[in-house]
Nanobody
Framework: QVQLVESGGGSVQAAGPLRLSCVAS????????MGWVRQAPGKGGEFVAS????????YYSDSVTGRFTISKDKAKNTIYLQMDKLELEDTAVYYC????????????WGQGTQVTVSS
């Protein structure tokens, strides 16, 4: 069973950067998509970004396009989320997840890492 472990969360001032990492302990197959989903206080889960394991195709929500960048290191079984120009609305718990489609239907989840953006 694959386990996903996120790291890199913390507190940051608005407009600042932060980078999240997610390490997978088991196999990630070429058919899989690795992504980030966030949940703000009192709200449901929101898709943030994803990347196909087989190639370089990436997907982003409208709210983070141009500010966030998802990437991967297959040798390390790791994905990253570089977050720039952070806004107060980006405050949330960020979850790493593995699935079979870019935007939804994720089956394996990490424990989450808190990102807090302050003014």
């Amino acid at each position: 069973q694959v386990q996903l472990v996120e790291s890199g969360g913390g507190s940051v001032q608005a407009a600042g950067p932060l980078r999240l990492s997610c390490v997978a302990s088991g196999r990630i197959f070429s058919s899989h998509v690795m992504g980030w989903v966030r949940q703000a206080p009192g709200k449901g889960g929101e898709f943030v970004a994803s990347i196909r394991w087989s190639d370089q195709r990436t997907y982003y929500s409208d709210s983070v396009t141009g500010r966030f960048t998802i990437s991967k290191d297959k040798a390390k079984n790791t994905i990253y989320l570089q977050m720039d120009k952070l806004e107060l609305e980006d405050t949330a718990v960020y979850y790493c997840a593995r699935g079979n489609s870019p935007y939804e239907d994720y089956r394996i989840w990490g424990q989450g890492t808190q990102v807090t953006v302050s003014s």
